[in-house]
């Protein structure tokens, strides 16, 4: 789970930037467990400072995957991607 240090919403779209890569891992691998858990939403981060989570919920799973794709190639989390890849195939059928 991802931990962001942000005071606000902001400072918070500016850290996701910087950490792109490492929300994006964080966001495939969270939802693949929850797909491979059959749970109906999924914690990826929180932020302390304004006492919020961020979720995901099942019907936005797919562009989740979708979404972060290509940054887990970029990554050469080849494995996550593949899962990824599978799901992502399952969900559109």
Request: aromatic letters at 4%.
């Amino acid at each position: 789970m991802l931990n962001f240090k942000a005071e606000n919403i902001e400072d918070l779209e500016e850290e996701a930037r910087e950490r792109a890569l490492e929300v994006s891992v964080e966001v495939m691998t969270a939802v693949i467990k929850a797909l491979n858990a059959g749970a109906d939403k999924v914690v990826i981060g929180i932020l302390t400072s304004l006492d919020m989570d961020l979720t995901v919920d099942k019907a936005n799973y797919l562009e989740a995957l979708e979404t972060n794709l290509n940054r887990c190639i970029e990554a050469e989390e080849f494995e996550l991607c593949n899962a990824a890849s599978e799901w992502i195939k399952k969900l559109r059928e």
